[in-house]
T-cell receptor
Framework: LAKTTQPISMDSYEGQEVNITCSHN???????ITWYQQFPSQGPRFIIQ???TKVTNEVASLFIPADRKSSTLSLPRVSLSDTAVYYC??????????FGAGTRLFVKA | DADVTQTPRNRITKTGKRIMLECSQT?????MYWYRQDPGLGLRLIYY???????NKGEISDGYSVSRQAQAKFSLSLESAIPNQTALYFC??????????????FGEGSRLTVL
């Protein structure tokens, strides 16, 4: 199971774009890259998933280079409500999903 | 109403007591999971079940047991609780037919304190 490395914490200000990069050097051919968001005392919530290149949805974009050894979650114009822990996961999903410590994002006014 | 419901949401108990955390889901998913989260750490998988007749140990199953009473219900038991089992417990579900590979849907958590 691929291990991921991401920054422990990041600070930002409202209205800025935030990019959180995750390293996953041992990603396997069948692995997807998935990001979850967790607010205090709540369960994680799926944000976005990708396999290669770029994926965009209504809340975020996910950039994956050709070698797939890293990925970047991009949150456009963050607000205070985006303060949360963001987890990068690599795997086939379900029981193979391993959550690391995540990145704590603090958005300041 | 929440799609994945956990009860109780908070529980304080004493060392040696038997505790059961219950999870029910209305999503119709076949797969259910129990995770544990400790402060500042990610989630660790305790047990998972692919259907009623299939139960599997996760990363940290020692000291825990589970029961899949029905497709929609998955219970976690601590036969004899100890203080280092104080944690936030999450139930999750997933659907093997989902277009998103293994997307997990989480309950709101059960905070357990063992004194």
């Amino acid at each position: 199971l691929a291990k991921t490395t991401q920054p422990i914490s990041m600070d930002s200000y409202e209205g800025q774009e935030v990019n959180i990069t995750c390293s996953h050097n041992n990603i396997a051919t069948n692995d997807y890259i998935t990001w979850y968001q967790q607010f205090p005392s709540q369960g994680p919530r799926f944000i976005i998933q990708g396999y290669k290149t770029k994926v965009t949805n209504e809340v975020a974009s996910l950039f994956i280079p050709a070698d797939r050894k890293s990925s970047t979650l991009s949150l456009p114009r963050v607000s205070l409500s985006d303060t949360a822990v963001y987890y990068c996961l690599v795997g086939a999903g379900g029981f193979k999903t391993i959550f690391g410590a995540g990145t704590r994002l603090f958005v300041k006014a | 109403d929440a799609d994945v419901t956990q009860t109780p949401r908070n529980r304080i108990t004493k060392t040696g007591k038997r505790i059961m955390l219950e999870c029910s889901q209305t999503k119709g998913h076949d797969r259910m999971y129990w995770y544990r989260q400790d402060p500042g750490l990610g989630l660790r998988l305790i047990y998972y079940s692919f259907d009623v007749k299939d139960i599997n140990k996760g990363e940290i199953s020692d000291g825990y047991s589970v029961s899949r009473q029905a497709q929609a219900k998955f219970s976690l038991s601590l036969e004899s609780a100890i203080p280092n089992q104080t944690a936030l417990y999450f139930c999750a579900t997933s659907d093997r037919t989902s277009g998103r590979a293994g997307e997990l849907f989480f309950g709101e958590g059960s905070r357990l304190t063992v004194l």
